[in-house]
């Protein structure tokens, strides 16, 4: 019964994604769009006219990013699982997935901060809230990065991922790697990394690699 538990549990990989489009769609599609370039008063006066919106968008997402911790949890069991030893590389994996998730909810709490205690906060305050969301998803993609190697040099070393989707992995790890681009890995990437890999732990466990024994003479 507890195998089946922690089985049927990856399906939170997918529920976080679920989670951050609604998330992103409560918020962008359902409140006014923000000017380019926005002043500090227009910010604010973005905050006070969608509160609701605002609210309602950065629960949904943070509610994603636990999800996501729960997910990278179940991965990181099964990867310690064929790894052996002080499971350094899964301890890894979900030590990235950690914060990243963590950083991710900063991404949005400014916002949702400020939304409640929008009658009480200065337009100075409103914008720094909302623009320090830019550097919390920088912390976010970088920390991603060791999530991403983690499971890949388990995946390589045990096969208990397919091989090709540990090359991805560390495909959307040096992506992040590249500031200019690194943007797209952990909009993209993170996503559908994380919808593939709940698919092949809900198959259950691959059966590990096994080095040969040696000959005998």
Not at 22 to 35: A, E, Q, R, Y
Not at 75 to 100: I, K, P, Q, W, Y
Request: hydrophobic residues 60%; aromatic residues 12%; neutral net charge.
């Amino acid at each position: 019964m507890h195998s089946r538990l922690e089985r049927s549990s990856a399906v939170a990989g997918a529920l976080a994604v679920v989670l951050w489009i609604l998330g992103l769609v409560v918020t962008n599609s359902f409140s006014d769009k923000i000017p380019g370039n926005p002043s500090d008063a227009q910010l604010l006066t973005w905050i006070k006219g969608n509160t609701n919106s605002i609210l309602l968008g950065g629960w949904l997402w943070m509610l994603g990013c636990l999800a996501f911790v729960w997910f990278a949890a179940i991965l990181r069991g099964r990867l310690a699982a064929v790894e052996g030893g002080s499971h350094t590389f899964a301890n890894l994996c979900f030590g990235g997935a950690l914060a990243a998730a963590a950083f991710g909810m900063l991404t949005t709490a400014g916002d949702v901060g400020a939304a409640i205690n929008k009658d009480d906060i200065s337009a100075a305050t409103a914008g720094t809230l909302h623009n320090a969301g830019d550097m919390f998803f920088v912390c976010a993609e970088l920390a991603a990065i060791l999530f991403f190697l983690g499971a890949a040099i388990v995946a390589l070393r045990a096969g208990v991922l397919p091989k090709w989707w540990a090359y991805f992995a560390i495909l959307i790890a040096i992506v992040l790697v590249i500031g200019p681009i690194g943007w797209a890995a952990l909009i993209f990437g993170v996503p559908i990394w994380t919808l593939g890999t709940t698919w092949f732990l809900l198959r259950g466990p691959r059966e590990p690699m096994r080095t040969a024994a040696p000959a005998t003479g």
